[in-house]
């Protein structure tokens, strides 16, 4: 079946530590692969896509097909990262999310 | 203004009634869906649509109906709501002919409240 998981709920850190926020995809073919971020009270946004290999606010992800991987990483994580990420796969026309991962950056 | 809409924001209904939630896009995207928002279980897909009139079942669409008789809207209608169906609902966008794989574009979300 076409997956996407993300194993951890919640990843608590403090300002200034690296952060690294796990994705692993379980399909067939070759998904597009996202992560979107949603801060409190908003609407999903994209932050980064796999085709794109760009950095936004300082996070990189690479794509890893020989582990299925797309993690996301930042080297020093600020208080304003705090917010609920998605990673997404886009594939056989429709966007599967993991069940994302709350990241809590404490000062 | 261009974007993706969704109404209404805010919505409490009773069980057993039925529910309209509206979403609306001025991109001309051609992709379209629908998700539901729950603690524990993430983003769950609960239909979508790839063209006008061209709609298909995502993973939890029992309960759920829509339709897609113009590009630009996507309704989701729950036909008699139970509460299990109580949940933050969003809609998105994406996607064009020859691009099928691009960014999705998300509405605000509709908090529905089934009591």
């Known amino acids: 079946a076409q997956r996407v998981t993300q194993p951890e709920k919640l990843l608590s850190v403090f300002k200034g530590a690296p952060v690294e926020l796990k994705c692993n995809y379980s399909?067939?073919?070759?998904?597009?692969l996202f992560w979107y971020v949603q801060y409190s009270r908003q609407r999903l946004q994209l932050l980064l896509r796999h085709i794109s290999r760009e950095s936004i606010k300082g996070f990189t992800a690479d794509l890893n097909k020989g582990e299925t991987s797309f993690h996301l990483k930042k080297p020093f994580a600020q208080e304003e990262d705090s917010a609920m990420y998605y990673c997404a796969a886009w594939a056989y026309s429709t966007l599967t999310f993991g069940k994302g991962t709350m990241l809590l950056v404490s000062p | 203004d261009a974007g993706i809409t969704q109404s209404p924001r805010y919505k409490i209904t009773e069980t057993g009634r039925q529910v309209t939630l509206m979403c609306h896009q001025t991109w001309s995207h051609s992709y379209m869906f629908w998700y539901r928002q729950d603690l524990g279980h993430g983003l769950r897909l609960i239909y979508y649509?790839?063209?006008?009139?061209?709609?298909d079942k995502g993973e939890v669409p029992d309960g759920y109906v829509v339709s897609r008789s113009k590009t630009e809207n996507f309704p989701l209608t729950l036909e008699s709501a139970t509460r299990s169906q109580t949940s933050v609902y969003f809609c998105a966008s994406g996607g064009g002919t020859g691009a099928p794989n691009t960014e999705a574009f998300f509405g605000q979300g509709t908090r529905l409240t089934v009591v």
């Open positions: 649509s790839a063209a006008a009139d061209i709609t």
């Open positions: 399909y067939s073919g070759s998904p597009e």
